[in-house]
């Protein structure tokens, strides 16, 4: 078994890991990286052609599959959830696999559809949908591959790890990590199959190690419903505008700002065409249970109608929006530099449902939007949020659960994946043996 970690190892984003059995090779998640954005902006990417993105370093360099020899042998595209930074890039590199078929969870392959729809993008390769906790099976060229889909929690729905079972053992990857017991929305991770696995024997594990220097757990989502119920309960002027904002893609929180928003007697409008398309793409494999008690704006013309009205109505409405990383070109960015019919008073309101991505220039934009909100008198509540990765806990959990005889951190720079290596030695794991910390592009070898 050779694995490719192609991209994520140095970087929080674009993931993208490669293992080649026998003559097969199974590609898993293509993520984008883009500092300072998280989701697609308003105007996506109908601009920038694929070299363009190359250029800018958005998506995986996976050229190195051609200096391998790999491409050509790549059976499948496997994408664990439907976050930008693993399914991003599947749009502008799937066709370089034209035998691949792409599989993925129904919320998941939605909004890929979405996103090809959106961008005016056709791909020929096949899609398949597999449902959380089933199995599928992929033929190659050397063998009949069983891949087992393992149901996991993460700050979207649908989420998986996926373990490719070969004749050289098994490939266990677990991108995204975090494990809630208590969620408000599906149910909890599937930990008799991971423990199934771990007797069975795992050869090779990549694990999210983006926390892996962070012991306090991240907390279960009842922990962020709580928060913003008492954020709310903090908002007590009628005619005061509230605004929330948290990421497109986190269905289940959404759903409890929802929940929350309900008890203002307001109308709730959500603002921003990325959050139309994962709340559509919720909606369409019936997952997104407030459905019918939201509006969806998306278009400009339609979002600056509305906040035209918001700026004589501001008591009648709580609006939903984009911008928490305070990305270029988002609602609350435009509202903060004074490019919409709208402008926040002394008093109104924004809640941060989210936390800053600890990447330099997104906490630099964050400090200069907020300033510029305070300077308007705007009551800020911050940090509404637990996040949706695992801390060092759920990591000694996986491995005590899997033990896998290799293990590879990934997601984030070698700074944060180094106290992973270190967190293993617990397990009697040593570096460069059994476990291994890698940089883009490197080729393993077990």
Known sequence: MEVCTIGGFEEVGKNMTAVKTGEDVFIFDAGLYIPGIVELQDEGFQKYAENDLRKFGAIPDDRVLDELGWSKNVVAIIIS???????????????????????????????????LEDEKITLNNKRIVVHPDSAHFIKGKSDNYRVDFIHTTHSTIQC???????????????????FDNYPTLGKPPTYYKMKELGKKGIKVMVIDALYSRTEKKPGSEKIAAHLLEEAFSNIHDKNSAIFVTTFSSHIERLMNIV??????????????????????????????????QIKILKYRRQVNSFLNKLEKERGKYVVVCTGHQAEEGSILDRISKGETPFSFKPGDHLLFSSSVIPISINILAREKMDSRFRRLGVKIQTDIHVHGHGSRDDMRELIRMTKPKHIIPAHGSLEQEAPLVELAKEFGYKLGETSHLCSDGKVLEF
């Open 81 to 115: 959830h439907a976050h930008l930074d693993h399914i991003g890039s599947v749009p502008y590199i799937a066709k370089r696999y034209p035998n691949a078929k792409i599989y993925g969870t129904p919320f998941t392959m939605q909004f890929l559809e979405a996103v």
């Open 160 to 178: 998986v790890f996926p373990a490719l079972h070969t004749r050289e053992g098994v490939f266990f990857y677990a991108l995204d990590l975090k």
């Open 259 to 292: 929940n929350m928003a309900k008890r203002t007697n307001r109308q709730i409008i959500f603002l921003g065409r990325s959050l139309a398309k994962y709340v559509g793409a919720a909606t369409k494999v019936k997952q997104c249970p407030f459905v019918n």
